[in-house]
T-cell receptor, first 113, second 114 residues
Framework: GDSVTQMEGPVTLSEEAFLTINCTYT??????LFWYVQYPGEGLQLLLK?????DKGSNKGFEATYRKETTSFHLEKGSVQVSDSAVYFC????????????FGTGTSLTVIP | KAGVTQTPRYLIKTRGQQVTLSCSPI?????VSWYQQTPGQGLQFLFE???????NKGNFPGRFSGRQFSNSRSEMNVSTLELGDSALYLC?????????????FGPGTRLLVL
């Protein structure tokens, strides 16, 4: 079945460091791919998405490229800030999932000054 | 445009009781999905409603049920609560089925079962 595998956390980085959170997926057909972020005590917020191969989603300095050949959607940011500390979820959805969302387990990021 | 709202935000119940959680989707959104989030299991899909009909269902026991009203508002009910039902329950809404669909989440209802 469809699934998302996400890099285990927690991840701790110093401010201004480079961030990569790995995400790979298994799906039939061509799903849409998403990154959601959850700040402490809050629900999930959409960070970025990509709907077809080679699409790049970007928002707030974060980027991820839909790589069909490697079935990956890795999240990157060039210079993290303390305010980026949160849990990040990779997810997929599409017509072959009945538009049900499948989420990864989440990666906790802590950025220290 | 107002976001997804969930009430109540916090709830404490005891084992054996039942609970009803409410979700109001973004105006114009017709699909509402419910998720259970726990530290051990992560985000698990409960069910999805569209135009008052349940379209998808996850692997949860029958104690978990839901419904959707004609104004797209949704409720979920958990009967005979167990300690393991303690979790953050998240509701998400979306416009309609489609390849570029995005789910928008509410802040969640945190349920503690004692």
């Amino acid at each position: 079945g469809d699934s998302v595998t996400q890099m285990e956390g927690p991840v701790t980085l110093s401010e201004e460091a480079f961030l990569t959170i790995n995400c790979t997926y298994t799906a039939t057909g061509y799903p849409s791919l998403f990154w959601y972020v959850q700040y402490p005590g809050e629900g999930l917020q959409l960070l970025l998405k990509a709907t077809k191969a080679d699409d790049k989603g970007s928002n707030k300095g974060f980027e991820a490229t839909y790589r069909k050949e490697t079935t990956s959607f890795h999240l990157e940011k060039g210079s993290v800030q303390v305010s980026d500390s949160a849990v990040y979820f990779c997810a997929l959805s599409g017509p072959n999932t009945g538009n049900q969302f499948y989420f990864g387990t989440g990666t906790s990021l802590t950025v220290i000054p | 445009k107002a976001g997804v709202t969930q009430t109540p935000r916090y709830l404490i119940k005891t084992r054996g009781q039942q609970v009803t959680l409410s979700c109001s989707p973004i105006s114009g959104h017709r699909s509402v999905s419910w998720y259970q989030q726990t530290p051990g299991q992560g985000l698990q899909f409960l069910f999805e409603y569209f135009s008052e009909t349940q379209r998808n269902k996850g692997n949860f026991p029958g104690r978990f049920s839901g419904r959707q009203f004609s104004n797209s508002r949704s409720e979920m009910n958990v009967s005979t609560l167990e300690l393991g039902d303690s979790a953050l329950y998240l509701c998400a809404s979306s416009l309609d089925r489609g390849l570029e669909e995005t789910q928008y989440f509410g802040p969640g209802t945190r349920l503690l079962v004692l």
